[in-house]
């Protein structure tokens, strides 16, 4: 199996500056053997006025929320945070994303850490050049359209475990497990049910379908990640006059759905062309879709001034 090479970054590590190579834990660390690390993942755009960061605040706001959900005794408030994310940005020029940690770096015996000192590390990077490009293979391709399989039974959005809210490693476990599963069956992607069988989410993504009549449905927040792409779908869409709701939505309302996409940091706005070999709606990507994207695409470019206080600019 070829080694990961290096790329040529440096991730922000509890204030320094220190080579990729560089920026590793102990595999008896706290965060490795219990899945404690908390995350934030954000786009960094391109835009005349520079490299902008996309919604910053309210990332790095998610991220305190995710500590604080899990416990960790962070040490390091909001605006530190967004310092840091900008200068970790123009420390690595091309940079796409930026994702922000905070982990437990001691090893650890006990569930409970006895040296709770809560690491912080933000890598600013591009994932297919710095990441993707060095792995055996060609390099994975992003369908326009995604087929989704839906997992039924593992009920996996379930707020009396670690709440949809926390952004944390351990969250994402059992979602890699059906992920895999659908990659088996020959899916591109998995949507996940909550504990009552209502649609959730994908594993990084919300979930939107727009029924026939042309309104727009999403997940409530109580069984998902608050995505920041699904609440920017949700302020664009009522700048468009699409009108929306927040509700439970059923399997029988998915497969009836005129149109249906998923929403990410990565994903941007994806529309669904099938959820188990189903076809949804008569057009994939159906107008509404197509027009979401289009408009959330102007946003994060810094193209349409209504939505300009969402973009920090790293170099201002
Ligand atoms: N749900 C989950 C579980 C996620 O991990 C993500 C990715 N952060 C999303 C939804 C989409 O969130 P965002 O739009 O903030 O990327």
Redesign the pocket.
């Known amino acids: 199996m070829p080694h990961l090479e290096a790329p040529d970054r440096r991730i922000w590590l509890d204030g320094r500056l220190v080579p990729w190579a560089e920026a590793t834990v102990h595999v008896l660390s706290h965060s490795h053997a219990r899945g404690s690390l908390v995350f934030d993942?954000m786009s960094v755009n391109e835009t005349p006025r520079g490299p902008a960061i996309f919604r910053l605040a309210d990332h790095v706001a998610r991220f305190l929320h995710s500590a604080e959900l899990v416990g960790l005794p962070l040490e390091r408030g909001a605006e530190e945070l967004i310092r840091a994310c900008k200068e970790a940005v123009r420390a690595n020029p091309g940079a796409a994303v930026v994702k922000l940690h905070a982990y437990l770096p001691s090893v650890e015996i006990d569930v409970v850490p006895a040296d709770d000192h809560v690491a912080v590390a933000i890598a600013a990077f591009h994932p297919r050049k710095d990441v993707l490009a060095h792995k055996p293979g060609p390099l994975p391709r992003t369908p326009e359209t995604v087929r989704i399989w839906l997992e039924k039974e593992r009920r996996q959005r379930r707020p009396d475990i670690m709440h949809p809210h926390a952004?944390v490693a351990a969250n994402y476990t059992s979602p890699m497990a059906a992920k895999w599963q659908a990659r088996k069956r020959g899916y591109d992607e998995v949507l996940l049910v909550d504990e009552r069988g209502f649609v959730a989410?994908g594993?990084?993504?919300?979930f939107f379908l727009v029924d026939t009549e042309g309104t727009l449905r999403t997940p409530p927040e109580e069984s998902?990640?608050l995505?920041?792409?699904?609440r920017s779908i949700l302020a664009i869409a009522e700048a468009d006059g699409i009108p929306f709701v927040e509700e439970p939505i059923t399997e029988a309302a998915l497969f009836g759905a005129a149109e249906a996409f998923l929403?990410?940091?990565s994903a941007g706005v994806w529309p669904i062309a099938s959820v188990d070999d189903r076809t949804i709606g008569s057009v994939c990507p159906g107008p509404v879709s197509l027009g979401l994207r289009r408009h959330f695409k102007e946003v994060v470019a810094g193209k349409d001034p209504a939505f300009a206080s969402w973009l920090s600019y790293v170099n201002e």
Do not use: D, M, S
């Not at 594993?203 to 919300?206: D, E, K, L």
């Not at 995505?227 to 699904?230: A, C, L």
């Open positions: 993942y952004k989410e594993p990084t993504t919300n998902v990640l995505g920041v792409t699904r929403t990410g940091t």
